[in-house]
Antibody, heavy 122, light 110 residues
Framework: QVQLVQSGAEVKKPGASVKVSCKASGYTFTGYYMHWVRQAPGQGLEWMGWINPNSGGTNYAQKFQGRVTMTRDTSISTAYMELSRLRSDDTAVYYC???????????????WGQGTLVTVSS | QSALTQPASVSGSPGQSITISCTGTSSDVGGYNYVSWYQQHPGKAPKLMIYEVSNRPSGVSNRFSGSKSGNTASLTISGLQAEDEADYYCSSYTSSSSWVFGGGTKLTVL
């Protein structure tokens, strides 16, 4: 069965960086794009970007360009999302998420990680 | 990319039907048949309810249906049940090869 297991909660100071991992199992990691979505407390879902685990190609939401980096390690079927220059309004649950269909980015997200709470506080 | 526009809240009584709208632009909702809908209960990850405008994943009740007209997509839930009370989000693929979510709609079952 498809599983996405994320790293644990983090507490960071403003200006620092955070790197969240997402270990995939139950499917061919390089066959499916991986999205990152975040949700601030009491707020809605916000798409951050995607990575093509096969090529390493990425596409980031304009809001995060220059601050976010998505990478992957195919040898351990793990995707990473690093967010730099953290601010208090980056406090959120960060999800990795996999689409329904392989090889295409247009299909809907069907599998979600359990979420990683990142708290930014001085 | 601006968020898609959804009503903040909707409500209905058990057994009734409700519809949640999701308005975008010709660069997202209106330009592609890649609109999806998610249900989220408090403290849980979102669950896919509808994809590609009107398709239901396996296991999702046929009480949930989706449609689209122009730049506006809609989710209809018929025969409302208490367990349907949750937040609902629409999402669309965009011309930038990106995705955008709606602001979310809180459904209350009276």
């Amino acid at each position: 069965q498809v599983q996405l297991v994320q790293s644990g909660a983090e507490v960071k100071k403003p200006g620092a960086s955070v790197k969240v991992s997402c270990k995939a199992s139950g499917y061919t990691f390089t066959g499916y794009y991986m999205h990152w979505v975040r949700q601030a407390p009491g707020q809605g879902l916000e798409w951050m970007g995607w990575i093509n685990p096969n090529s390493g190609g990425t596409n980031y939401a304009q809001k995060f360009q220059g601050r976010v980096t998505m990478t992957r390690d195919t040898s351990i079927s793990t995707a990473y999302m690093e967010l730099s220059r953290l601010r208090s309004d980056d406090t959120a649950v960060y999800y990795c998420a996999r689409p329904i269909s392989p090889f295409v980015v247009v299909t809907a997200i069907d599998y979600w990680g359990q979420g990683t709470l990142v708290t930014v506080s001085s | 990319q601006s968020a898609l526009t959804q009503p903040a809240s909707v409500s209905g009584s058990p057994g009734q039907s409700i519809t949640i709208s999701c308005t975008g632009t010709s660069s997202d909702v209106g330009g592609y048949n890649y609109v999806s809908w998610y249900q989220q209960h408090p403290g849980k990850a979102p669950k896919l309810m509808i994809y590609e405008v009107s398709n239901r994943p396996s296991g999702v009740s046929n009480r949930f249906s989706g449609s689209k007209s122009g730049n506006t997509a809609s989710l209809t839930i018929s025969g409302l049940q208490a367990e349907d009370e949750a937040d609902y989000y629409c999402s669309s693929y965009t011309s930038s090869s990106s995705w955008v979510f709606g602001g979310g709609t809180k459904l209350t079952v009276l």
